[in-house]
């Protein structure tokens, strides 16, 4: 599973860690944050994560593809990139028929 897709799927955990370590850190220094603040606050950091995230897999798959590609791996047949299944899998054999209309 990749990172932004574990991400998304806490989006709403990371919202509430987000704010909880904010009203932490005000009652710890002593501070008040307004409702605003904390959702403007809480947002962009939650963008932020995300846009990292999505970075790393990105990269991560870049980094993939180029090192399959100097060792001589075929990662596409045909102008087709089957992603997630291998060239020589059965997935990736199947042929469908139509049948054959026969008129009377």
Known sequence: ????????GNLTTLYLLIIAAMKVYGLATGRSFTGSCVIILSTAVVALILVASLAWDVSRK???????????????????????V????????????LPQHRYL
């Open 1 to 8: 599973m990749a990172i932004s897709d574990t991400v998304l």
């Open 62 to 84: 870049a980094t993939k593809a180029l090192v399959a590609r100097e060792a001589g791996h075929e990662i596409c047949r045909g102008g087709i990139c089957w992603h997630g």
């Open 86 to 97: 291998a060239v020589k899998s059965p997935a990736s054999q199947i042929r469908f028929r």
